[in-house]
């Protein structure tokens, strides 16, 4: 297996990142038509989740959402491999920052932050760029990879940036050996919870929806300031990234109006311009238990 891994990585992936940007977005456009024509990946669940979320958009309309997603998703594949290769320059020259400075101010006033964003446009590239334009430690959560050999190659990417990375299950401790440490702690908050009995259910995208906490848990916990990054697409291959100010003092906060106010930025996001968020994945498998 980790034979196969290693052949994989070395002979497909990094051959792949190693690709100009002009080749790497026609190898794109390629496995647009596969996906999207040939062999149909989750269409049926990107079309149900566009259609529970828009019921005021005819087919058509939807149709056309969906197309643009899979053109969009099918360079957000390849951006993703291209980290594993591109130079800090690169990626920098491709993502516009705007109020960074908010960054700063908070680390001259000595307080760590968590970041909040969503899976919208390409969350991969700005996440690598924080440790060139702020002075905290970067640290970013994410879901430990089955594969070994995956794994550590994908934590040594993002070290390479200057990025620690925290696994899932390592977050509670995370915080805690680094809470005399100033650092910025990054969050995906739109998943699904794995438990919809812990999750905060409210309204979104016209579906009842269970919502993670774990941002207001540790932000109330550490009283953290919590800032979103909003990130929008500008063009094939460019984005911009501009930080917002969710709440400087999370322990005064009525309890969910954190996470509420996350999930309502990010749906406004996502109602803008709906091809650039991630329909492929399962949003709303779970219904709200009884008695919730």
């Not at 994410?142 to 995956?150: G, M, N």
């Not at 984005?239 to 930025?265: G, L």
Request: net charge positive; glycine share 4%; proline share 5%.
């Amino acid at each position: 297996m980790i034979l196969f891994s290693a052949l994989l990585y070395y002979l497909v992936l990094i051959p792949i990142s190693l690709l100009p940007f002009p080749l790497m977005y026609g190898l794109s456009d390629f496995t647009f038509i596969l996906l999207y024509y040939i062999f149909p990946y989750r269409k049926k669940v990107v079309m149900q989740n566009l259609k529970n979320s828009f019921p005021e958009k005819n087919d058509e309309e939807l149709k056309k959402i969906q197309k643009e997603f899979y053109r969009h998703f099918c360079d957000l594949i390849f951006e993703s491999l291209k980290i594993f290769t591109a130079s800090n320059k690169a990626i920098l020259n491709r993502v516009e920052l705007v109020n960074a400075e908010l960054l700063e101010k908070y680390y001259k006033e000595k307080k760590s932050l968590i970041l909040v964003t969503g899976h919208y446009a390409n969350w991969e590239w700005p996440a690598v760029t924080l440790p060139f334009h702020s002075s905290h430690t970067g640290t970013g959560i994410y879901k430990k990879l089955s594969s070994a050999f995956f794994d550590k190659r994908l934590r040594n990417t993002r070290a390479r940036f200057g990025t620690k990375l925290m696994s899932t299950k390592e977050v509670g401790a995370f915080f805690e050996d680094h809470k005399n440490e100033l650092c910025t702690y990054g969050f995906i908050n739109d998943q699904s919870p794995s438990d919809p009995r812990k999750g905060y259910w409210m309204q979104f995208l016209n579906q009842d929806t269970a919502m993670l906490t774990g941002v207001e848990r540790y932000a109330v916990k550490y009283n953290y300031p919590v800032l979103y990054g909003v990130i929008t697409k500008k063009r094939r291959g460019y984005y911009r990234m501009e930080y917002r100010v969710v709440c400087e003092d999370p322990s005064s906060m009525p309890a969910n109006e954190i996470t509420a106010i996350c999930s309502r930025i990010n749906e406004q996001i996502i109602r803008s311009a709906p091809e650039y968020w991630l329909w492929t994945h399962r949003r709303w498998k779970h219904k709200r238990p009884e008695g919730m």
